[in-house]
């Protein structure tokens, strides 16, 4: 019996064994191809070169070329994260992961972008829709190629499908969902209050400024008026309170951006630092890339699904973007019986195909209902043909800063703060992007401007954008207010380059690195102030407040107590004006109101009784509530004490298909670990957002820049470039933006 049962068990373990070894080798096959000599349809011989990090290297003789290599690697290393970027802006993924994506479908099925990114291609002039040609050629190459499929499709039980040129479009397309408000939603809401609250109560809640504005141009704008008690008295009325959360919730993130012109650096160079916020993923979003075409190296990131250099240094010029956050979207009043019908069916996976009916009119879909019934339908500047075309690959031949001006104002993609520097040492501040003329006669057409606000140096010799109000006058109004952030990182990173007058790219790098909570000052001693009033109460509260040391530290209880209080508070004002709104939707949600903080500033200073429900005697009763909250938040997690920010702030960077495959995450995802900053400093750090890569460089001088990228290189969790150059990032540690020494080469050979 024993030696029966020994036998069973090593039966078991060589089963195991052989399985184990079969699933490496099944992951092993869909591995790119690094070395050696492959056919490829280049007019002559293209070389991918790639280092220690995975920065891979093109050297071709023509851009058609370097786009078909390009083409080639990304699909062999991120063909899976291509496809769901197509997918996404055409309302495709439930045809790959089934039900569960079908909503998801709807929202951007309603906006048929599959149907118009066809009529956008055929629009693109002759090299831009060859260059398209050219790179879906090569990733159809780069699938084929591969041994095996893309490990996720074996895993999904599924093949990916061919792409097509228009796929790239919906790749760039899908960056409009990324960056934009694709539902309007922001705009509804605030017509729902416009709706419900007295008029002065909605301007005070949605004034357009605060304190914290630290605009390039301009003064800041004042507070808007506190409402008297005819405009409204709440003080007799007692209003529910909300529940409090484990984790409070994000409120607006964005990207920085700053350059310095080369009279203030240290080797007269201008200099340019760029650190793109998104959510963060393994693998990272952008692809590191280096083009040798002919005589000319072009140094940043592509991204994959796209032939374009996104954000880099030419040798001449290096440009980075922030997300503008302008006014791109508009509703239109219409009869219900607008426009036409289009019937869009969507495939599901194991279920039958969903049809959706999308309600087309001159304008855009109608997607929604104004507060007295009316169908709105949606304008939005991603539907026109001026949405995405190929002229950011024009950038890569820009030899100054006038050049890349031209071209990034007529660049058709999501509108961005872009920032350049020149080798000359000059740098400017524009829009990428087309702007659009906002008719007042509600046009069926959005027109575009022809022309675009800009500031350069001398006049302006530092400049930064970190998603707040840039500009002001006439400028402003063309770019309008789509939810544009406080301006508190853009003040702290405006503070930083005015407190010296030379810069190297050590400096910058500290600058995008700064985790000092500077904003929350002002809610610490509110904070104090409280615990100082009652001495007897809030022991665990104390005690986190005593190791405030001004930053967001990771191990700072402080700066955890002090961030949850100020939101706590905003919270429990908010509340007290949500019956009327709850009235016309039991389902109400606040937008995003980046500019609360005047109103919440105002009412603490001034105290008015009337803007106080009944529920609180007084506003230091107010404030006491808010702390408590805090306290027994603490308490409700089990956490002894109250916790550190690393706690919270424990970085959560995970493949797409992890969370389907718990006992994978291993090997799938980052590893877990609590960084510090957070929203309001230029250190932008969340579990699962942040800086998608941090970029300083002086045009020319590539040799010294510095670049860092989370989650790496590669896709394939087998790669050596799996999660290469994370820790870097997690520790702020330099690390170089050329490719280091040539560990693999490959050779593409014409046909």
Not at 574 to 594: M, T, Y
Not at 631 to 651: H, L, M
Request: hydrophobic share 45%; net charge negative; with cysteine.
């Amino acid at each position: 019996m024993k030696r029966w049962v020994l036998r069973c068990l090593a039966a078991i373990l060589v089963a195991a064994l052989v399985a184990i070894a079969g699933a490496w080798q099944f992951l092993r096959a869909s591995l790119p191809t690094l070395d050696g000599e492959v056919a490829g349809d280049v007019a002559a011989a293209t070389r991918i070169e790639r280092d220690a990090q995975g920065t891979v290297s093109i050297f071709a003789d023509t851009r058609d070329d370097a786009s078909y290599a390009l083409g080639y690697v990304h699909a062999q290393e991120r063909y899976f994260e291509m496809d769901l970027l197509r997918r996404r802006a055409a309302g495709e993924l439930s045809a790959l992961f089934g039900a569960v994506a079908v909503d998801t479908d709807k929202s951007a099925r309603v906006h048929r972008l599959r149907a118009r990114s066809a009529g956008f291609l055929q629009a693109l002039p002759e090299p831009h829709r060859r260059a398209l040609e050219r790179y879906s050629q090569g990733v159809n190459a780069g699938l084929n190629d591969l041994d095996a499929r893309p490990f996720a499709y074996a895993l999904l039980r599924q093949s990916p499908q061919p792409w097509l040129a228009e796929d790239s479009l919906l790749a760039a397309l899908a960056m409009y969902f990324n960056l934009q408000d694709a539902s309007n939603s922001r705009e509804l809401k605030l017509e729902r209050m416009q709706h419900a609250l007295p008029p002065a109560v909605f301007a005070w809640l949605t004034q357009p400024g605060s304190r914290w504005d630290a605009p390039i141009r301009g003064d800041r704008l004042p507070a808007a008026p506190l409402p008297s008690s005819a405009d409204l008295d709440i003080s007799s009325i007692e209003t529910p309170m909300p529940k409090t959360d484990a984790v409070p919730a994000s409120e607006g993130i964005g990207s920085n951006n700053f350059a310095v012109a080369g009279s203030l650096t240290v080797h007269g160079g201008a200099l340019l630092a760029n650190d793109m916020h998104l959510g963060l993923r393994v693998p990272n979003i952008w692809f590191r890339t280096q083009l040798h075409i002919g005589t000319r190296r072009i140094v940043g990131v592509t991204l994959p699904g796209t032939p374009a250099m996104v954000v880099g240094s030419n040798g001449d010029v290096a440009w980075g973007f922030t997300n503008s956050y302008g006014d791109w979207l508009d509703f239109i009043r219409v009869d219900a019986d607008s426009g036409n019908v289009v019937r869009e069916t969507i495939a599901v996976r194991g279920a039958d195909p969903v049809i959706l009916d999308v309600r087309e009119t001159q304008f855009g879909p109608i997607t929604e209902v104004a507060s007295d019934g009316t169908p709105l339908a949606l304008r939005w500047t991603a539907h026109s043909p001026e949405a995405v075309n190929l002229r950011l690959m024009d950038v890569e031949n820009a030899t100054n800063v006038d050049a890349a001006v031209a071209i990034f104002n007529v660049t058709g993609m999501p509108v961005q703060n872009a920032l350049i520097a020149d080798r000359a040492g000059k740098v400017a501040w524009t829009t990428a992007g087309r702007l659009p003329i906002r008719s007042v006669d509600s046009s069926s057409q959005i027109a575009f401007r022809s022309d675009a606000p800009q500031l350069a140096s001398p006049e302006y010799p530092l400049l930064w954008s970190a998603n707040a109000r840039v500009i002001d006058g006439e400028a402003l109004d063309a770019i309008g207010d789509g939810g544009y952030t406080i301006g508190a990182r853009a003040a702290q990173i405006r503070d930083a380059l005015r407190a010296k007058s030379s810069f190297s790219e050590a400096d910058l790098l500290a600058i995008q690195l700064d985790d000092r909570a500077l904003f929350l000052e002002s809610w610490r001693a509110r904070l104090q102030s409280i615990l100082d009033a009652n001495p007897a109460q809030l022991s665990e509260v104390r005690s986190a407040l005593g190791d405030w040391n001004l930053r967001a530290d990771p191990n700072s209880r402080a700066y955890r107590v002090v961030r949850a209080f100020r939101l706590r508070v905003h919270k429990l004002f908010l509340a007290q004006f949500e019956p009327p709104l709850k009235a016309i939707d039991d389902q109400w949600v606040w937008p995003n109101l980046p500019h609360l903080e005047s109103a919440v500033e105002q009412a603490l200073d001034e105290r008015p009784r009337h803007l106080l429900a009944k529920n609180f005697a007084d506003w230091d009763a107010f404030l006491l509530a808010a702390a408590k909250d805090v306290a027994a938040d603490q308490k409700q997690r089990g956490a002894q004490g109250v916790g550190t920010w690393g706690e919270q702030n424990a970085t959560q960077i995970r493949h797409p298909l992890s969370r389907a495959l718990p006992g994978f995450r291993w090997l799938l995802d980052m590893p877990s670990e609590g960084l510090a900053g957070d929203q309001y400093m230029p250190r932008v750090q969340g579990p699962a957002f942040g800086a998608s890569e941090r970029l300083v460089v002086s045009p020319g001088r590539e040799q010294q820049a510095i670049f860092h990228m989370p989650g790496g290189q590669s896709g394939h969790p087998l790669s050596p470039f799996y999660g290469a150059g994370h820790d870097d990032w997690a520790k702020g540690r330099a690390s170089p933006l050329l490719a280091g020494p040539t560990l693999h080469a490959l050779v593409l050979l014409p046909n």
